[in-house]
């Protein structure tokens, strides 16, 4: 590895290995660290008043971003400068300005991955609040654009470095075959995590099955999907599975259709039969939330006479539904009582026959 141009320690005038240099690189050192750490105090201090207060333009990300400069980069930076006092080797020179670019474009990587989130999380919170879709996609958006800031991160301190990227990039290009194969699960799982969050065919927050698991999407990984089932245990399905499954999202249901059929005894008169129809639609409109769509006699049944009815939900509240079906029952139970209509349930007669007495004899 070396170095295209001059050291950065050799272009500062220094003294030598002297008391007094070294009291001034020690004195140097512990000033500017101070000095950058009050800073960095007083800038997370209005950071955090701005957040309190709901800001967030161009000033707030800015002083998110500042407030994300770590210790070590300012420890780093502070011995760096205070090393400019000091007379070193040609050897030391090249180590330490190894060292502080490396640290310098890491602390980079660090104000970009956070500029990165911030703008997309603020973004998001700005343009789509409360849009389901928005925050199914923000986690892999988020990933994926921390890991650009980082392969660019890298790839510019290498050629800071000295080193051929070109060189290294057909490289990693040959051995990302093989690393490909390797690891195909996790590649088809994260292009599954892509699929999802462009496609959306489920958001967070929707209720959906998939084969015989039910539950609530909780969070949308770049590797996985985890569900909440009704019974309250977590579900954690594989990404490219879960696109493989039939899924039935009921989170994008508009409305509910419902059928169900009840059976009255044969006994029932037939005007009390003719108005049955009437008295379901009577019933089902009266309740809010619904919209009644037919009722007809439809069978004579072994032990009763059966009735269909299909009324529709006009939401897709599962609460709501059954509180809709329990309403629509005791109704119908009351009026069915006061009619004297009864209700049929599997029953069993027996009809006895005495048999002629035979003629007498003569």
Do not use: C
């Not at 020179?93 to 990587?109: L, M, R, S, Y």
């Not at 392969?151 to 990227?165: P, Q, S």
């Not at 969050?197 to 015989?212: A, I, R, W």
């Amino acid at each position: 590895m070396t170095h295209s141009g001059p050291h950065l320690l050799s272009l500062v005038p220094t003294l030598r290995y002297t008391p007094l240099a070294w009291l001034q690189g020690i004195g140097t050192v512990v000033v500017l660290l101070g000095a950058s750490m009050l800073a960095r105090r007083l800038v997370r201090h209005y950071d955090q008043r701005l957040k309190s207060i709901g800001r967030a333009d161009l000033t707030a990300l800015v002083l998110e971003v500042a407030s994300r400069t770590t210790t070590f980069f300012l420890l780093s930076l502070s011995i760096f400068i205070g090393l400019l006092f000091i007379r070193a080797s040609a050897r030391t020179h090249e180590a330490i300005d190894d060292a502080i670019t490396i640290v310098t474009f890491w602390q980079v990587g660090v104000w970009g991955t956070a500029a990165a989130g911030t703008w997309l999380e603020s973004n998001r919170r700005a343009r789509h609040a409360g849009d389901r879709a928005a925050e199914s996609s923000l986690g892999v958006l988020i990933f994926i654009a921390k890991a650009a800031v980082w392969i660019m991160v890298v790839l510019l301190a290498l050629e800071n470095l000295g080193v051929n990227i070109t060189t290294l990039v057909a490289g990693l290009g040959v051995g990302g075959v093989a690393v490909a194969l390797a690891v195909q699960n996790i590649l088809g799982d994260l292009f599954a995590s892509l699929s999802i969050t462009f496609d959306q065919p489920f958001f967070v927050g929707d209720s959906v099955t998939v084969d015989s698991f039910q539950g609530t999407v909780e969070h949308i990984g770049i590797k996985s999907t985890r569900l909440r089932s009704i019974s309250g245990e977590q579900i954690v399905l594989s990404n490219a599975d879960l696109l493989k499954s039939r899924l039935r999202n009921y989170g994008r249901m508009s409305e509910r259709r419902v059928l169900f059929t009840i059976g009255v005894t044969y006994e029932t008169p037939a005007e009390l039969l003719e108005r049955i129809p009437q008295i379901l639609r009577s019933i089902i409109e009266g309740i809010a939330d619904t919209r009644f769509d037919r009722s007809h006699f439809t069978n004579h049944n072994s032990a009763s006479l059966d009735f269909e009815t299909v009324y529709y939900v006009t939401t897709a509240d599962y609460q709501r539904h059954m509180d809709i079906q329990q309403e629509m029952r005791l109704k119908l139970h009351r009026e069915f009582t006061r009619l004297g209509i009864g209700f049929a349930y599997p029953t069993q007669r027996l009809i006895l026959e005495r048999a002629a007495a035979p003629p007498a004899a003569t």
